[in-house]
Nanobody, 121 residues
Framework: QVQLEESGGGLVQAGGSLRLSCVASGRFFSINAMEWYRQTPGEQRDLVATITSGGNTNYADSVKGRFTISRDNAKNTVYLQMNSLKPEDTAVYLC???????????????WGRGTQVTVSS
């Protein structure tokens, strides 16, 4: 089993910055891609950013140029640096990981519980 725990959310004024972290723990063989999603009440969960095990990244158009995803494979941690925050970035941010539990190539998706980010105008 794998546990993902996010941290770093909070309340910030528009134009400010936050850095989210997500640590994976438990027993597993390897982690492939890691992602950040966000969700607002009554809305679908939207993909914000993705990073592969090799460091390739991809971003939603709405955050390009403002957010940066990175990871520390030695610490099983993924980060999301969020700059120039806007009120519309307000959401619960969740991390996800594609994990090979046993090393046989079977990939399972795990989710954290999320951390609240609130941007005031």
């Amino acid at each position: 089993q794998v546990q993902l725990e996010e941290s770093g959310g909070g309340l910030v004024q528009a134009g400010g910055s936050l850095r989210l972290s997500c640590v994976a723990s438990g027993r597993f063989f390897s982690i492939n891609a890691m992602e950040w999603y966000r969700q607002t009440p009554g809305e679908q969960r939207d993909l914000v950013a993705t990073i592969t095990s090799g460091g390739n990244t991809n971003y939603a158009d709405s955050v390009k140029g403002r957010f940066t995803i990175s990871r520390d494979n030695a610490k099983n941690t993924v980060y999301l640096q969020m700059n120039s925050l806007k009120p519309e970035d307000t959401a619960v941010y969740l991390c996800a990981a594609e994990v090979d539990d046993l090393g046989y190539g079977d990939i399972y998706n795990y989710w954290g519980r999320g951390t609240q980010v609130t941007v005031s105008s």
